[in-house]
């Protein structure tokens, strides 16, 4: 019987050790690289070229995105970092794809044991393909993630996400989600 109990105390020391190791101040750590992915599903407005009487016709559509990324805590909490966007849309019954570099920089707060939100804001060029014909433009992106840090090194969430290619007057809404880990 003794045995038993302290082989059960070992067992919550160990769980309460892995607990306090998966905490978002950890993630935070001046240092520190995380590798995540971000995807998000949007819903876009924008002004089309296209003028009726004294009405600008609105292209109204969805677009969902894919985003490999890497960031880097140059002091505690304050990361800078970038993503590569793989956006597929459709306006008004055409198709157009989006790929390009976006730099950003964001500040993780931390809230209790397992829990952060991670704001951040990326300005970068895109390239636009809307069903044959390209050109880049400017793309503006601001997303906060609320994480989930269940275990030590990794971490999901999901969060606002708000896009706008002020070139072509195109504003997309949105929520996305994250998975990741960090080193």
Same mark, same amino acid.
Not at 11 to 31: C, D, F, H, I, N
Not at 119 to 131: A, K
Not at 162 to 172: A, D, H, I, L, P
């Given at each position: ?23 978002? /101040? &950890?993630? %935070?750590?001046?240092?520190? *690289? ?8 949007? $819903?876009?407005? @924008? ?65 209790? /044991? &397992?829990? %952060?939100?991670?704001?951040? *804001? ?8 809307? $069903?044959?014909? @390209? ?49």
């Amino acid at each position: 019987m003794k045995k038993a109990t302290v082989a059960a105390i070992a067992v919550l020391g160990m769980l309460t050790a892995r607990q306090a190791a998966a905490s978002p /101040e &950890k993630m %935070s750590e001046q240092g520190t *690289f995380v590798i995540r992915t971000d995807t998000s599903l949007i $819903g876009t407005i @924008g002004a089309s070229a296209a003028n009726v009487g004294s009405f600008t016709v609105f292209d109204v559509g969805t677009m969902i995105a894919l985003a490999p990324a890497v960031d880097y805590f140059v002091i505690k909490n304050l990361s800078v970092g970038g993503a590569m966007p793989f956006q597929l849309g459709i306006a008004n019954g055409n198709k157009s794809i989006v790929w390009g570099l976006l730099p950003r920089v964001g500040y993780n707060l931390g809230f209790g /044991e &397992k829990f %952060s939100l991670w704001p951040q *804001f990326s300005m970068g060029v895109v390239y636009v393909n809307p $069903g044959g014909g @390209g050109s880049a433009k400017a793309l503006m992106r601001m997303y906060a993630p609320f994480l989930f840090h269940p275990a030590d090194h990794f971490f999901v969430g999901l969060g606002p996400d708000f896009q706008s290619s002020f070139e072509s007057m195109t504003y997309g809404f949105g929520f996305g989600w994250t998975i990741g880990g960090h080193f």
